[in-house]
């Protein structure tokens, strides 16, 4: 494996863990609307119970889940966090009718978090 790989695997953990982290932080500065509004969405799926709670632990995934990325301490645990709640984000986008621009965020983050929690975040080795 190239230093380049290498490098453009770290940029591409760091890189999404700093986009994963201001929406957490956007989300938590949101309070327990934002978060009602989040659990809420899980009703796609037959949840309806606790939304606030579902909400926050989806926050949460999202900010605590792009610090590990940030710093690369427990990526596959976090990736598999995000990937669950990129899961229900898009599965609300498409189900609310959303067009494809809207869906787009959602799909390309979970895409991403398949990557990070298959390899860890890091270039594989040769």
Do not use: C, H, Q
């Not at 453009?8 to 956007?26: D, H, P, Q, S």
């Not at 645990?77 to 990937?83: C, D, E, G, Q």
């Not at 986008?93 to 390309?108: D, H, M, R, V």
């Amino acid at each position: 494996m190239t230093n380049n790989n290498k490098l453009a695997f770290l940029i591409l953990r760091i890189g999404i863990g700093v986009l994963f982290t201001i929406f957490g932080i956007m989300k938590i500065a949101g309070g327990a609307g934002t978060w009602e509004f989040l659990g809420g969405t899980l009703k796609i799926m037959g949840i309806t119970f606790w939304p606030a709670v579902w909400g926050f632990l989806a926050t949460m995934a999202e900010f605590l889940g792009g610090i590990a990325l940030i710093t690369g301490f427990f990526v596959r645990p976090a990736a598999i966090a995000l990937l669950l709640t990129m899961v229900v984000a898009t599965l609300f986008k498409i189900t609310s009718g959303a067009p494809f621009a809207e869906i787009s965020y959602p799909l390309t983050m979970l895409l991403v978090t398949i990557f990070f929690a298959l390899n860890k975040g890091i270039a594989p080795k040769e």
